[in-house]
């Protein structure tokens, strides 16, 4: 995420509002230049395995700074494709329904349970005649029997299951089938994150400013990896006392003059905190509330702006005030 560079500290900032304040008809304000620092942190903790930079190096959006081991995560991403065809599979047969096929081979097993069901009565009531007049065992057709009973169930189970097929799948099972293949689709799509994040890009154009690991090291997840300085945008950054706070807005001009720079840069307010830097003015008196200071930054307007130094003092002047 962007971050200012260093503040200034106590005793420049009183310095700077001593300075703050009208001279030959126009206002002024002292501040620092600076630009955007990018802090690139890492995702895992997994060894460096490449530094494609070195710091001072110009660079653009998406240029490859670092890059970590990803061997892990893309077994682990592999793993969740084949788990997300499978649900995908699985999917498309819930939608569309089961097949002739097994259709014919439901009626299959139904007319073979049939048949065996007729079998097993044939049998029992030749036995049971057979035991009428003294040729056969009772025990015998108590075996019978049970064979009977069960061949009866096989065959409602045949009939049952034939039914179901003809029926088609079940809202319930689709619906159950839908989401086993999104969930197994969002891992595919998290993992590919991580896969992709093994490799940290430049989000800006601008300069690496700092490179805190070595290949090898396993930073910590979190860890700034890399410092990027942006291009763009140079700006000032000023404090203005109360008194100029009211009478400046995004998109006033400005003036800035740079140390060590003959020509002084045009500029544009972009930005002015809404609160004061110190005290808030509700617990100060009217006469200590001209005291308060506001942070304000101005970009700077014209061509190689970002080749200049950032962290060199520079006096704004905002002329539109003094008019």
């Known amino acids: 995420m962007p971050v200012r560079l260093s503040s200034l500290t106590a005793a420049s900032l009183l310095v700077m509002m001593a300075g703050c304040g009208e001279r030959d008809g126009e206002v002024h304000a002292l501040g620092t230049l600076e630009r955007d620092r990018i802090e690139l942190a890492a995702d895992t903790n997994e060894p460096i395995v490449r530094i494609a930079v070195s710091e001072g190096q110009r660079l653009g959006i998406g240029d490859v700074l670092i890059v970590q081991e990803s061997a892990r995560a893309e077994a682990a991403l592999d793993r969740a494709r084949s788990e997300e065809q499978a649900a995908g599979a699985a999917l498309a047969e819930a939608e569309e329904g089961p097949r002739a096929q097994r259709i014919v081979q439901g009626r299959a097993r139904l007319q073979a349970a049939r048949s065996a069901r007729q079998t097993a009565r044939f049998e029992l009531d030749r036995q049971v005649s057979l035991v009428e007049r003294n040729y056969s065992s009772q025990n015998l057709v108590d075996i019978l029997k049970g064979r009977f009973e069960e061949s009866v169930a096989r065959e409602a189970e045949a009939e049952a299951a034939l039914d179901e097929l003809l029926e088609g799948t079940r809202d319930e099972r689709i619906d159950q089938a839908r989401n086993r293949y999104a969930a197994a ?41 890399a410092v990027v300085l942006a291009e763009a945008p140079t700006y000032a950054r000023v404090h203005v006392p109360q008194g100029v706070r009211t009478r400046i807005r995004s998109g006033s001009r400005a003036r800035i003059a740079i140390d060590g720079h003959e020509r002084a840069y045009p500029g544009t307010v972009r930005w002015i905190a809404a609160d004061a830097a110190f005290t808030p003015y509700f617990a100060l008196t009217q006469h200590d509330r001209s005291r308060l200071s506001y942070v304000a930054e101005i970009d700077l307007v014209g061509e190689n702006v970002h ?17």
Request: charged share 25%; no cysteine; hydrophobic share 45%.
């Open 307 to 323: 080749e200049l130094p950032v962290g060199v003092p520079v006096e704004v002047v905002f002329p539109e005030l003094g008019q």
């Open 185 to 225: 689709r969002a891992l595919v799509e998290e993992l590919a994150v991580t896969v992709e994040r093994a490799i940290v890009k430049s989000p800006v154009d601008g300069v690496v400013e700092a490179l805190p690991f070595e290949i090898g090291e396993r930073p910590p997840p979190g860890a700034t990896v």
